[in-house]
């Protein structure tokens, strides 16, 4: 379905406001347009008499001013009307597209930045809402006038009205062959001020290694090259703009006025009869009011292109599919978790797991350990289906995962990731995460639970404020909170994705004591480079690239002489000689 279409079927939604708009729009123009009919009638009537009184003068004027202010009022209502459908139009585009986002599945995320995102979800839409404010009405004023206006010429003298026709094939000739040209540039201005967005997001996030690495000049040198870019699209465009529109129309209008003088030169000179002064007059005023419409409709052109090249960006987020968020619940399970003979590939043949099998009893504790790219993350992502497998199958007591919707698989796990996020807020709201069962005494339980009385002995205890990803509060507390976010939610299944390893010792220390104590009763995966923190795990897997190729505990692993025990002494080593020096 095309753009304009699918921006047609949001206007429906509100089509009463839109309607209304279009009524009151309808009734200016027709009170506009009356005017020259009246006075057509009274100068005719006067030039008949040979004279002019001042009495139908004056009545005259009334009645101009009575329709001006008629006309004001409409479209005072029109325009409101038109603002109100425009900006619920709007107001839905952007609800929708924020709620599929939440719904993509997370490797549309692995590609598309968060600036990219952000430009079709703000910038886009806003583009799209100058489609209904100011295209829809500034158009549909014109193509009413225009109508309007050519009824009145043809009642006036239809073979004059028949030249003016001649006017819209040129109008319709010159708008495919702008549409050509604008709708490309249009595309590529779009995808600039996306490319724009992403790399100032990217920029404001990687500020600290920016000034770090002194790279404030490279950074700076391709923000240059890309608004460079973006400026030379613009450029092309106006200059497109600039020799049309209203130069376009300007020219039509010479022309149109000097078909008029030669047939009503050569009307006098052949000595036919010609229209009255009324007429001319009415057809003059007629003209004037044609011309300018069409040159409302013209400019906007510009700005229909931009509205539409924005809408296709904002569809093609729609048009990815996605998931529908389940409401679904399901009774909190045991975590019984079975890997059986899974592998899995982010991109075709390129499979990062391969054959994985292994289990993970009720309360156990697995530890997954192995170098960067061996594909510990890999599993966890599959567990909290972020993706499924590309082949073999995951099971949690019983049940394939894949089975059952992923809301409701991931109601009873908990993850705390490396670096963990905070949301801005308060404490409390990025433990709870706003969440009705979480309540106060909840989370200050969650959060003692973890030892996190640091947090708790900040000014304003839960309540401190919390800026975006928690800037201000220490590595520590941040894990502490997002440690005690876990934990509220009470889950069956808990996943620690390197979660001491920006940790000091101290803290350390309280997060593995609480650990001991709190995973009773939940199966819990600890991804970890740190392998002092795992000695107590039940179950320890080595990876080396996507293949499991030891198991076992942590005592059993160093008696087998293998990889992990070459990690744990490497470790050992560094640890002994940091002390010693």
Known sequence: MSTGKRLTEYAMYFKRPIFLGLFFLTGAVFTELSGPFIAKHIIDEHMELGKIEAGPIAWLLCLFLMLAIATAILRYFMFIYLQIGANRVVQKLRQDIFGHIQ????????????????????????????????????????????????????????????????????VYIWMILYRKYAAEYNAVIR?????????????????????????????????????????????????????????????????????????????????????????????????????????????????????????????????????????????????????????????????????????????????????????????????FRFYDPTKGKIFIDGVDITSVPRQAIRQHMGIVLQDPYLFTGTVFSNISLNNPRITREKAEEALKAVGGERVLNLKKGMDEPVVEKGSTLSSGQRQLISFARALAFDPAILILDEATSNIDTETEEIIQHAMDVLKKGRTTFIIAHRLSTIKNADRILVLERGVIKEQGTHDELLAQSGIYRQMYQMQAGSLNRKIIV
């Open 103 to 170: 719904t993509l599945p997370i490797q549309h995320f692995d590609h598309l930045p968060a600036g990219k995102i952000v430009a079709r979800v703000t910038n886009d839409t806003e583009a799209v809402r100058n489609l209904y404010v100011q295209v829809l009405s500034n158009i549909a004023t014109g193509l009413i006038t225009v109508a309007g206006v050519y009824v009145a010429l043809f009642i006036l003298n239809w073979k004059m009205a028949m030249i003016a026709l001649g006017l819209l094939p040129l």
């Open 191 to 383: 995808t600039k001020i996306a490319d724009l967005n992403a790399l100032i997001n990217e920029s404001i996030q990687g500020m600290p290694i920016i000034q770090a690495f002194r790279r404030e000049k490279q950074m700076t040198k391709e923000f240059d090259e890309m608004n460079e870019e973006h400026y030379t699209y613009q450029r092309k465009l106006l200059f497109l703009d600039s020799a049309t529109s209203f130069n376009l129309v300007s020219t039509i209008r010479l022309m149109m006025f000097a078909i008029f003088i030669l047939y009503f030169g050569t009307k006098s000179i052949s000595g036919s009869a010609i229209v009255t002064a009324g007429t001319l007059y009415a057809f003059v005023d007629y003209l004037t009011k044609l011309f300018n419409p069409i040159t409302t409709i013209v400019n906007q052109f510009s700005q229909l292109e931009r509205s539409l090249a924005a809408g296709s960006r904002v569809f093609e987020v729609l048009d990815i599919s996605g998931e529908k968020v389940s409401e679904d619940t399901m009774p909190r399970y045991e975590g019984h978790v079975f890997f059986d003979d899974v592998s899995f590939a982010y991109k075709d043949n390129e499979y990062v797991l391969k054959n994985i099998t292994f289990e993970a009893k009720q309360s156990e504790t697995v530890a997954l350990v192995g170098h960067t790219g061996s594909g510990k993350s890999s599993i966890m992502n599959l567990l």
